[in-house]
């Protein structure tokens, strides 16, 4: 019997995932353990290894198309397997003809319904264009949460409560026509990733209410200890902390006083959460990801220095798990060392603030009746309103400064 | 007795489906002497599914008539006796063994009526024990409904409950045109309230059985008990099924089928009928021709048999019909992710 190959469920809550690649194509020769397809959630790209040795027969699955966890995507033909067609994996039908023993041959008894292939039309229900039709609404315009991105009541009624108050006209106004002669260009669509990131900033920016506040900080202190710290891990064996590190450190010591920055949205509800999980945003190949340093509360420097490593180099060879790329309880971004003076961020909901740092230069500054030259950097706190007040946001950006300007003070 | 005793009593009374299907061949002929039974082992043997128990030693040999293993000789003999002004009640031991009566059903009972131009008619009763989960394996759990739905002229019914046996078999009696009416096997022993005078449920009326807001059930017989228990469940998690016991398969009542979608958005058909072909797919094209297409929020969802025979094997046998946790799935997945 050919193997099965189906699409694995690689994280909890997972129901669906899309095969970003295939590694193989039909008739190619496995072997047990070689990757086959790389497969999307909606938290990462993940290699899937094969299930046997043999011939790749029968790809079913197209890449981009969202797919049900356990679906058949291929067989794997196993030495002197004949390379004939297995019956369709008709849900019931086929596991009844199989376990009465029907020849595999044979064509199945009920009729299955091609897979419709990935169009670019659009999708929506019978309600849902109704609705749309009574409000003059351009169904194009609302994000589809259904199954293929399908649109529903419940999206359109979301769109028109959330819409602007603008004319239909203006709605309904299309996008420019290509022109002929415009120079050329090229269409790429949106890689599993590059869509989740998508949707959850869209997200986020359309349902967060964010507000920013900067702080301008000394980083005199913070500069000469991570100097010494760089010395006192070279000496334990530690890799060399940076910056970034140094920030989630302090960020997840003073997160400890400040719950609600450290909280998510849910529903109507803050969740407070008692781990402080620091998500840091990092690129790889073009992609945003953002691995998690879980526990960060709990760890000491060489720890987190270590655990930022390790989350560096998985991130790089691909080798992170969902779990390892989600479920933060806080953000940092650090745009420093690509000259960013300072920035604002977008919320990783559901959380509720996200920490973007410029970086440090030298300004001259007011000390003690002289002006000084002081290495500087902006701190910018994206917030949601919802759940975080403006004071609650500035005493956070108050303690940081303190513990970056006096990091002795942590102790 | 004054009458509201007599309605005082009648209200706690529980008998079983097939007390209550016996109960209403009993008041039948006691009223009509044109009323009689005709089958295999109906008589002395008090039927295959103990369905007409004593009424032999009630009512006779003459009119309680078990018949040689004819099926095509009982349905022709029943046909000649109903154009002739009699009432017969006919009982297919299996319903599956109906194959062997067809040419008298279809080609005759159904047309006759339309034939003669309306000088005659045929106003006979044929009851069927059908479906599976007796282990009674291919030839003998079939649940065949749908064929005859396919015929104008018959009249088809499915009654879930005791109260229902009783009052859409009576109706049928009084019905001068042919109705079948197929008994699940597994729903014989199964109790609930039955009025002890003759009461008539009407043919081709559904019943809403629970109200809901965020889905539609629509199921017949064991499957509208089953689709009953699963919204008892599914309220349990915080979705609201409405659930529709169609009663009557042909003439189907469309009209609260429409209305309950109208409300809920998303149709979910449950039949134990093999799925390709069947009602769910009748139900779903009403659906989708009437105007309430503009008013679904989600794919039409069929939950139906295997496209297998019944096999004996108990497991399988399950699994080749929807089952309640089958209905919770569909109707779940359909309300939470648009897609059962």
Redesign the interface.
Known sequence: MPIEVILPKVDMDMETGTIEAWHVKEGDLVRQGDTIFEIGTNKAVMEVEAPASGAIRNIKAETGVPISVGTPVAWIYLDGEAATTPSEPAAAAATVAAATSLPKTESPVAPVIAAVPNSSGLRATPLARRIARQNGLDLKTVAGTGPRGRVGEADVKRHLEERPRCTPAQEARPAPAPSASAPESRLQPFSAIRRIVANRLSESMRTAPHFYLTSEIEMSAARDLLGRLARRHERIGAPKPSLTVLIARVAARILRDHPVINASTEGEATRFHDSIDIGIAMERDGDLVVPVLRDAGGMDMPAMTREFARLREGMAKRTLTPAELGGGTFTISNLGMYGVDSFTAIINPPQGAILAVGRTVDKPVGREGQIVLRPMANFTLSSDHRIVDGVAAARFMADLREALENPELLL | MPSDTLEAVSEIRELSYAEAVREALGQAMEVDERVFLFGEDVGVYGGAFGVSGDLVHRFGTERVIDTPISELGIAGAAVGAAITGMRPVLEIQFSDFVTLAMEQLVNQAAKIRFMFGGKASVPMVVRLPGGSGTGAAAQHSQSLEAWFAHVPGLKVLQPSTPHDAKGMLLAAIDDPNPVLIFEHKLLYKTKGHVPAEAYRVPIGKAAIRREGTDVTIVGSSIMARKAEAAAERLATDGISAEVIDLRSIRPIDFTTIAESVRKT?RLLVVYEGV??MGIGAEISAMIAESEV??????PIIRLGG????I?Y?PV?EK??VPQEDDIVTAASNLVR???A
């Open positions: 958005h799925k390709t297409f503009d008013f679904l929020d989600a295997a496209d297998a025979p096999p094997n399988l699994a080749a992710h648009g897609e």
